[in-house]
T-cell receptor, first 114, second 112 residues
Framework: GAGVSQSPRYKVAKRGQDVALRCDPI?????LFWYQQALGQGPEFLTY????????KSGLPSDRFFAERPEGSVSTLKIQRTQQEDSAVYLC????????????FGEGSWLTVV | RKEVEQDPGPFNVPEGATVAFNCTYS??????FFWYRQDCRKEPKLLMS???SGNEDGRFTAQLNRASQYISLLIRDSKLSDSATYLC?????????????FGQGTTLQVKP
């Protein structure tokens, strides 16, 4: 499809397990964002890429969280040694350029840590 | 204090009612403002941008008061299909990345 695609849509992880969440942005979109949305809350910014460069990772909650976008298209968010507080929806979004354009969200990856 | 604050609701209104949501933001340097809509278990989608002059899109009217750092959304003649969570969103002035800062969201339930 033409939208932002995320996988897996649902993931159940045991505490301590590592997980990897994938995002396929809209083709040609330069900017890519990751957000975390806990139940009943608004999305919280995690990190931002412009092409392959990670320009802002100020929202990553700990060093267990790592994101990459090596070729400037697909991005992966990795969470090491998952904890129960990591349970949330992880939303990926992309936009055509860095500053002015509409941001389009994927449907999210729903992570439950048990 | 959160950068963007909203009353989480829920707002329960009958069909045809007029309902207003409010939002405040803390950074006076913010320049761009939006309302997003999020349906249950779905991704946020842009509803409308918000300008100082106010803007209207059908039954929806958004207003910005920069002096009070206050944003509002008015929905007239509400429909069952308006039931959703409405997110007040501010573009971070601290970067040129387009990073968005979201409020907690206000839940609207329109009942027949």
């Amino acid at each position: 499809g033409a939208g932002v695609s995320q996988s897996p849509r649902y993931k159940v992880a045991k505490r301590g397990q590592d997980v990897a969440l994938r995002c396929d942005p809209i083709s040609g979109h330069v900017s890519l964002f990751w957000y975390q949305q806990a139940l009943g809350q608004g999305p919280e910014f995690l990190t931002y890429f412009q092409n392959e460069a990670q320009l802002d990772k100020s929202g990553l909650p700990s060093d267990r969280f790592f994101a990459e976008r090596p070729e400037g298209s697909v991005s992966t968010l990795k969470i090491q040694r998952t904890q129960q507080e990591d349970s949330a929806v992880y939303l990926c979004a992309s936009s055509l350029t860095g500053s002015g354009n509409t941001i389009y969200f994927g449907e999210g990856s729903w992570l439950t840590v048990v | 204090r959160k950068e963007v604050e909203q009353d989480p609701g829920p707002f329960n209104v009958p069909e045809g009612a007029t309902v207003a949501f409010n939002c405040t933001y803390s950074n006076s340097a913010s320049q761009s403002f939006f309302w997003y809509r999020q349906d249950c278990r779905k991704e946020p989608k842009l509803l409308m941008s918000v300008y100082s002059s106010g803007n209207e899109d059908g039954r929806f009217t958004a207003q910005l008061n920069r002096a009070s750092q206050y944003i509002s959304l008015l929905i007239r003649d509400s429909k069952l299909s308006d039931s959703a969570t409405y997110l007040c969103v501010v573009k971070s002035p601290a970067s040129n990345t387009g990073k968005l800062i979201f409020g907690q969201g206000t839940t609207l339930q329109v009942k027949p």
